[in-house]
């Protein structure tokens, strides 16, 4: 993003796709970062950032083509905020229900969009 501005590196705009599975490991996400949304960092480059619901697959791909309207259209970069979570926690070794147990809970008795 902070290099996009820049004539030697113009490419006519990226779209920048974070799937946000809002778990940081053992930090809530209230703790870890000073704003409300992880692609906040886009504002200060006048970037759109899309946010999306990953449970409404038809939403994602609406998004992503709104996206892509968006770059071939102005060509600047755009932010597909792809709001999501991990259905098994953070890794392997990870027990979630010892290190997010709330949002976990909730998890467990979530449907899944497949």
């Given at each position: 993003?902070?290099?996009?501005?820049?004539?030697?590196?113009?490419?006519?705009?990226?779209?920048?796709?974070?799937?946000?599975?809002?778990?940081?490991?053992?930090?809530?996400?209230?703790?870890?970062?000073?704003?409300?949304?992880?692609?906040?960092?886009?504002?200060?480059?006048?970037?759109?950032?899309?946010?999306?619901?990953?449970?409404?697959?038809?939403?994602?791909?609406?998004?992503?083509?709104?996206?892509?309207?968006?770059?071939?259209?102005?060509?600047?970069?755009a932010?597909i905020?792809?709001?999501?979570?991990?259905?098994?926690?953070?890794?392997?070794?990870?027990?979630?229900?010892?290190?997010?147990?709330?949002m976990?809970?909730?998890?467990?008795?979530?449907?899944?969009?497949?």
């Amino acid at each position: 993003l902070d290099m996009s501005k820049l004539p030697e590196y113009a490419v006519g705009g990226t779209i920048h796709i974070v799937v946000n599975n809002q778990v940081a490991f053992t930090t809530d996400p209230k703790y870890s970062r000073s704003s409300a949304y992880c692609t906040d960092v886009a504002k200060g480059m006048d970037v759109p950032v899309f946010h999306v619901n990953g449970d409404d697959v038809e939403a994602v791909v609406w998004v992503m083509e709104l996206a892509t309207e968006w770059r071939m259209k102005w060509k600047t970069d755009a932010v597909i905020d792809i709001v999501c979570y991990r259905k098994y926690g953070h890794n392997e070794i990870d027990e979630p229900m010892f290190t997010q147990p709330l949002m976990y809970k909730v998890i467990q008795q979530h449907p899944s969009a497949l």
